[in-house]
Structures are given as structure tokens and as C-alpha cells.
């Protein structure tokens, strides 16, 4: 889908917009969004960031999913002078001028503070959003230094782009998110987060990420520690493939997975795959850094690890 096209659909006499989920957990799915409540999103978002009539906005995400789609209605709804270029892994490579605001993807962000001349854009622009992936410690500590605001969001299709965002830039740093004015959070018995933001979402949303919540100054902030459906059980002992990778982070230095492959003895057992690696300096390394319990019992060179379509590493290798 192009600008125009989604803009022409915008401005229909639907109600509804179609949008994609990510596909993280599967398939992509076709999802009905709401226009009212998707222009509320982008109220909130601009209000948040302090955006202001007449700024620029960068558009560098794929336009069948919400994110790139978001981009677009914030710039509709609130007057942002919409930036449109192709989606790439270096979205300011044809850029003279740092736009005032712009939403990217970890990987963007990482091969453009490998170019010298794209870094310094980046350091220009007063708001950057990262979404869409998670945020490794090296590229977190990279943003630290950044001068102007860098943010990670939270959110899904399911709430029409981010109800929280924590700061990675400068001495206001986090890990913990912090939501929108309106919106509410619990955690349900799994300790998964439950969200309740009526301005964007019609329902409450139960979802699978594992969270902590904290209290301070009036506001409920959150901390995702993993996700539910990445429990590996493996001989009674539950094991979370998010520790895993976090002990390994910095310790192998291709892209790789934790993962789980069913084992007759142990139910599951622990997996490791990566793309075009040493398979046994990474068992080496293994040994040296991990508990006993949470070793992989296998370990994989692949070419290529499964991407979906909007990039994210898909964990569930040996599920199908």
C-alpha cells in the first residue's frame, strides 16, 4: 500500500481502516482499526512528545502495518509535515535535513549509527520512537549518549501503535515504561500484563508479556521481564528464553535465537540457532556463561535465521 492509497482510504466514509498484525506469533492477520480511535493514538503520541503543528514527521516503515499507517494519521490529525521515504535499513541516507520526529525499527537504528553521516542526522532529530523488535544492551547504551530524545514504545496492532514509552536517551534512562494519561494496568495470574486504554482499544487487552509493576509519583510503571509462550519447560525446570539470551548478550557476536525442540526425556529441551556461526565456540561459550539446567542441548548454524515480515527474529523454529 502507498501514502495515497491509505490516505484515500482514510478519508472514506468507512468507519475502518484494515491493518496487519506483526506476525510475531504467527501468521499476519488482517485487523479492523477503528478511525476514531486511531486518531486519539495520535493525539495522545503528539501530545506526549510535545509535537507541534508544522513539524516534520519521517516516514520510513512498510505501510500494511500499523506502524507505518500511524505515522501518516499522526500527521493528518495533528498537522505534521509527513517526510515519506522507502523503507530501508538506512531511512536517512537521502536526507540533508533532520526531521523534528520520526518512528523507527532497531535495525534501522543500528546501521544508521554505523554511518557517520546518517549518526549525525540522528542526533538531531528531537524525537525518535523505536519499535517493532527489542532493543539489545549494546545499541541501548549506544542511545545513552544521544542528545535529543529517544524513546522505546509498547505496544501492538491491537492497540493502534504504543500506549507506553520509556526513555533511552540522557539521565531520564529507563527500563520502565511509562503509560499514557488513561491508561490502566494490571498483571493477571500467568504475572502477564492486562491493559486497559478505551481511548484506543474497545476491550481490555490480556496479553503474553510477562511484567512487573512499580508504583511511584501516582503513576503504575511496568518493566516486560518475557513473554509467557516463551517458558521452556525442559525436565520440570521452566526456563525463560529472554535470561537466556540476556546472559549470552555480547558473548556471540552473530544473530541467533533461544529456542526449544521437543525432547522424549525432558519434554522440551533448549535450543540455540544462528545464522552462519561457530557452532562449537558458541557450545563454549554456553558452558562458560550458563546454568547447568539452561544450556541448549542443541546448537545450529543456519544461513539465514526466519524473519517476519516486519523483521522480528521468529523464536518458534522446531514448533511446527
Request: proline share 5%; aromatic share 6%; with cysteine.
Amino acid at each position: 500500500m502507498t501514502v495515497e492509497e491509505f490516505i484515500a482510504e482514510w478519508r472514506n466514509s468507512s468507519p475502518t481502516v484494515t491493518v496487519k498484525t506483526s506476525g510475531s506469533t504467527g501468521a499476519p492477520k488482517p485487523m479492523e482499526a477503528e478511525k476514531c480511535r486511531m486518531a486519539a493514538s495520535a493525539r495522545i503520541t503528539c501530545r506526549f512528545l510535545g509535537l507541534r503543528e508544522g513539524d516534520t514527521a519521517l516516514l520510513c516503515l512498510p505501510m500494511d502495518y500499523i506502524a507505518g499507517k500511524m505515522m501518516v494519521v499522526r500527521a493528518l490529525t495533528c498537522g505534521l509535515q509527513l517526510v515519506s521515504v522507502a523503507p530501508s535499513s538506512h531511512p536517512l541516507a537521502d536526507l540533508d535535513t533532520a526531521p523534528a520526529f520520526a518512528a523507527m525499527t532497531p535495525m534501522q537504528v543500528w546501521e544508521t549509527l554505523r554511518n557517520e553521516r546518517e549518526r549525525s542526522l540522528f542526533e538531531r532529530i528531537k524525537n525518535v520512537i523505536i519499535g517493532g523488535g527489542a532493543i539489545s544492551s549494546p545499541l541501548a547504551a549506544g542511545l545513552r549518549q544521544m542528545p535529543e530524545a529517544v524513546w522505546s514504545t509498547y505496544g501492538m496492532t491491537e492497540t493502534l501503535s504504543h500506549i507506553a514509552l520509556r526513555r533511552l536517551s540522557g539521565c531520564g534512562a529507563s527500563e520502565w515504561y511509562t503509560p499514557f494519561e488513561g491508561v490502566g494496568l494490571s498483571l493477571d495470574a500467568r504475572g502477564c500484563l492486562v491493559i486497559d486504554a478505551p481511548a484506543v482499544c474497545a476491550t481490555t487487552l490480556t496479553t503474553n508479556d510477562m511484567a512487573e509493576l512499580r508504583k511511584s509519583d501516582g503513576v503504575t510503571r511496568f518493566r516486560i521481564t518475557g513473554r509467557a509462550d516463551n517458558v521452556i519447560c525442559s525436565g520440570g525446570i521452566k526456563i525463560q528464553a529472554e535470561e537466556v539470551e540476556r546472559l549470552l548478550e555480547g558473548r556471540i557476536n552473530v544473530p541467533y535465537v533461544i529456542t526449544w525442540r521437543a525432547d522424549e526425556r525432558l519434554g522440551q529441551a533448549v535450543a540455540l540457532v544462528m545464522e552462519a556461526g561457530d557452532v562449537e565456540a558458541a557450545r563454549k561459550t554456553c558452558d562458560e556463561i550458563l546454568p547447568r539446567y539452561w544450556r541448549p542441548k542443541t546448537i545450529e548454524s543456519v544461513t539465514q535465521l526466519p524473519r517476519t515480515e516486519t523483521g522480528k527474529l521468529k523464536r518458534n523454529i522446531f514448533t511446527k
